[in-house]
């Protein structure tokens, strides 16, 4: 019943932005925290951003502070990934999934992940 399809990937120059979505169905987004993270080539999957059910933002990785920005739009029923500043070391694949608590960094604590979007930040 509950579906996050992350989409907007692809190849961008360092310095650069990109702007990640994240569809949802099944709820309205003032009932779950949301929450982006990226799995880097040969790594395990970390937590990026959160937005809680008010819509504040919780940082879940230091390296993103003052580059990466997450922002929803109730009435589309989205959630987005500001990405500027980008570096080589943003690289990997990025999902968008939930959870029925407030933000955290614990993968456990969410649910529903998609196929995710693939993020390629290179000259």
């Known amino acids: 019943q509950l579906q996050l399809v992350a989409s907007g990937g692809g190849l961008v120059q360092p310095g650069g932005s990109l702007r990640l979505s994240c569809a949802v169905s099944g709820f309205g987004l003032d009932t779950f925290a949301i929450g982006w993270f990226r799995q880097a080539p040969g790594k395990e999957p970390e937590g990026v951003l959160c937005?809680?059910?008010?819509?504040?933002?919780?940082i879940l990785a230091g390296s993103v502070k003052g580059r990466f920005t997450i922002s929803r739009d109730e009435a589309k029923n989205t959630v987005y990934l500001q990405m500027n500043s980008l570096r080589p070391e943003d690289t990997g694949k990025y999902y968008c999934?939930?959870?029925?608590?407030?933000?955290?960094?614990?993968?456990?604590?969410?649910?529903?992940w998609g196929q995710g979007t693939k993020v390629t930040v290179s000259s």
């Open positions: 999934a939930e959870s029925y608590i407030v933000c955290s960094a614990a993968l456990d604590d969410f649910h529903d």
């Open positions: 937005i809680n059910t008010t819509g504040g933002m919780v």
